[in-house]
DNA sequence: CGGCTGATCGTG
DNA sequence: ACGATCAGCCGA
């Protein structure tokens, strides 16, 4: 399959709405244990940074954490939600200034994306199986909606295409094994906005159109 | 399909 | 103590 061209610090270095946008339609690529996995961005959430109620920026709270926030464009930012699962931004802007676009799905860009995908998501929860004492899933036999919601979702995009705690913090334009390439064209009218999930806590900041998917 | 709940642990 | 969540289970 052809390479695709791979998106350099321009890109990553404007601000988070226009960068969550733009990534719409462009392909996350990942280099895992099963091999390389692209998944085509298909819905994202801006993080204003420090000034944003819903970001853990907020009120400049730059700690060992938000850290790979206040990095350059490009930057990854990877962290544990719930105990359990694994929510992967990208970081917008210039050094000092922690504006982020969070990747919330993917969808497989080729067939054998897809395969890995599967397999990834069902490594996962055969993991839990184990723990309830419970019979594995096979290919063959697990659940319908693990292929209905293969990587519809910020914890189980991080799954699907095998993205954890040592993936945080990666410089993206530079990495050879972590980073966005081109991908389909996506026209304006395609990109629909909506409010971001799962911050009710973040007052005014909640009710922003600040999620953008296709 | 919508609503509810338990799981599970790094961070501040 | 608290999440930028998910799967499983329930009822409609």
């Given at each position: 399959m052809s390479e695709k061209r791979r998106l350099g610090r321009e890109f990553f270095a404007r601000d988070g709405i226009t960068v969550a946008r733009e990534l719409l339609g462009k392909t996350l690529v990942h280099r895992t244990p099963l091999g390389t996995v692209r998944g085509i961005l298909t819905e994202v959430e801006s993080y204003m940074g420090e000034t944003d109620k819903g970001s853990h920026t907020y009120g400049g709270r730059r700690t060992a954490r938000t850290e790979p926030m206040y990095h350059q464009g490009g930057t990854s930012y990877v962290y544990l939600i719930y105990g359990m699962y694994s929510c992967m931004n990208i970081a917008a802007m210039t050094e000092g200034n922690p504006q982020a676009v969070l990747l919330r799905s993917v969808m497989p860009a080729d067939r054998e994306s897809g395969r890995i995908m599967l397999q990834l998501r069902l490594e996962e929860l055969n993991r839990k199986q184990l723990k309830r004492e419970k019979?594995?899933?096979?290919?063959?036999?697990?659940?319908?909606?693990?292929?209905?919601?293969?990587?519809?979702?910020?914890?189980?995009?991080?799954?699907?295409?095998?993205?954890?705690?040592?993936?945080?913090?990666?410089?993206?334009?530079?990495?050879?094994?972590?980073?966005?390439?081109?991908?389909?064209?996506?026209?304006?009218?395609?990109?629909?906005?909506?409010?971001?999930i799962g911050i009710d806590y973040a007052e005014e900041a909640a009710d922003y159109l600040w999620r953008f998917y296709l």
């Open positions: 019979e594995p899933y096979t290919l063959e036999h697990c659940p319908a909606s693990l292929k209905k919601h293969l990587a519809d979702g910020p914890g189980k995009l991080c799954m699907a295409m095998h993205i954890t705690a040592a993936d945080n913090d990666i410089d993206m334009v530079e990495s050879p094994d972590f980073y966005v390439t081109e991908g389909m064209e996506v026209k304006p009218s395609q990109i629909h906005a909506g409010k971001r």
